[in-house]
């Protein structure tokens, strides 16, 4: 498996992107009054003509070794070369971590692209989040998908049939937080930890340009109240969490990115530096390049820069766009982006290893069945006292990043 610690350099060094979200199409298949890109949809871009695999292939070869690739769109399953895309991720970009969101109205069609993708990229740990908003008639009208429920739930139950022959495979549901259903939290919250073969839970905060802003107008208290009873369920050790090496670490680091969100939601403004641009890109169907996907200024298309993201990132239109995002000009609350802001700021760390020690605590001696871990290999040993299980835990994890670091540090000196 493709390791995460080969990034460790990015902490000190954020010289090059290591994360990509990759927007495949902007065909869809449901209408969610809620999508940012049915906002920007009746907008005139300058192409629309999607990327070719040739094409896509070039702009990969030009990234190097990614952490983490998110493909988004529009209904990514809808792209009839999805699984050539991804294997060219995974052969020239070696992610640890590719990432497929899916309103999941399609399911043998999901199933059948996932197993393919799942047989071909067998070194990246593959995760499918399907859209879960309401229960039953609730996510059927907020997604205008009449039906759509009963989809979403087929397609959970034949990917979760592949869960056992794929090691590599990953079964999440993330639910989007906007003012029609933050009432709707706990009966979904309360559903979602009975599904068996759900490994996560996320929520999202609304966000972007809506063509009906009503829906952003939430109540951060209940937001609140739902992150709470989601950091409650992962203690209680009543909901799951991911089988690859070092899930754990990225529980803990899904529970202090929410709390970080809700901060910045009462405080209305940035509180940590972001490295969108650093070390996060986002690239459209149509070849635009953005640092993220919030900022509307596009750094470039990628068709004007011979493909190559190396010579967008350094070029003269983009250079003070990312100087503004690291003088801190703009926030938001998107959760990709606190991932890498957060695993990758060592100033965090302390609240970081906090949450962690809290949720190694609550499942000790877990024994993870991904091939990640030797199967027989629990995090910690048994017979170690109880009361420093936690802190070995993860003095084993800072002596593995700081050695890495230092090999890093080394390999760049030479
Ligand atoms: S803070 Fe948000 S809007 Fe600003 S660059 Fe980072 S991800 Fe984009």
Redesign the pocket.
Same mark, same amino acid.
């Given at each position: 498996m493709y390791s995460l610690l080969r990034h460790t350099g990015s902490i000190l060094w954020k010289r090059r992107p290591i994360q990509l979200t990759f927007f495949v199409t902007r065909k869809c298949n449901a209408r969610c009054p809620f999508c940012f890109y049915l906002y920007s949809a009746g907008k005139p871009e300058k192409r629309t003509e999607e990327l070719s695999l040739n094409e896509i292939q070039k702009i990969s070869l030009s990234m190097g070794k990614l952490l983490w690739v998110a493909f988004s769109g529009g209904e990514i399953y809808l792209r009839k070369d999805l699984v050539e895309i991804s294997r060219v991720f995974f052969d020239q970009n070696k992610p640890s971590i590719m990432l497929y969101p899916t309103n999941g109205l399609l399911p043998e069609l999901i199933r059948d692209k996932t197993k393919q993708i799942l047989r071909n990229c067998n070194k990246s740990v593959i995760v499918v989040k399907l859209s879960v908003d309401g229960l039953n008639g609730t996510h059927d009208s907020l997604r205008n998908t009449p039906g759509g429920f009963a989809k979403v739930m087929e397609t959970y139950r034949l990917l979760g049939r592949l869960l056992d022959k794929y090691p590599n495979f990953e079964l999440g549901i993330n639910t989007l937080f906007c003012s029609a259903n933050q009432d709707k939290m706990d009966e979904i919250i309360d559903f979602v930890k009975d599904l068996e073969d759900i490994k996560t839970h996320t929520i999202s905060m609304v966000r972007g340009n809506l063509l009906d802003p009503h829906y952003k107008e939430v109540d951060y208290r209940k937001y609140d109240h739902a992150i709470d009873r989601l950091e409650d369920n992962l203690k209680n050790k009543t909901s799951n969490i991911y089988r690859f090496r070092g899930a754990r670490l990225k529980a803990a680091q899904d529970i202090l990115q929410r709390r970080m969100i809700h901060q910045t939601l009462v405080a209305q403004k940035?509180l940590i530096p /972001?490295y969108?641009?650093k070390l996060?890109l986002v690239l459209t169907e149509s070849g635009e390049v953005y640092?993220?996907?919030?900022?509307a200024t596009s750094l470039g298309n990628i068709r004007d820069h011979d493909y190559d993201m190396k010579r967008i990132i350094r070029s003269k239109r983009s250079r003070p766009i990312i100087q503004s995002?690291l003088d801190g000009r /703009?926030?938001?609350t998107?959760e990709c982006?606190y991932i890498t802001?957060i695993l990758f700021n060592p100033r965090l760390y302390p609240a970081l290893a906090k949450k962690y020690c809290r949720l190694v605590s609550a499942h000790p001696g877990r024994v993870a069945v991904s091939p990640f871990r030797p199967k027989n290999k629990p995090l910690l040993a048994h017979n170690q006292n109880r009361l420093f299980k936690p802190l070995t835990a993860v003095l084993q994890s800072f002596k593995l990043l700081i050695s890495r670091t230092f090999f890093n540090i080394y390999k760049g000196l030479e």
């Open positions: 940035r /972001c969108a641009g996060n640092p993220c996907e919030i900022l995002i /703009c926030y938001c998107h982006y802001n």
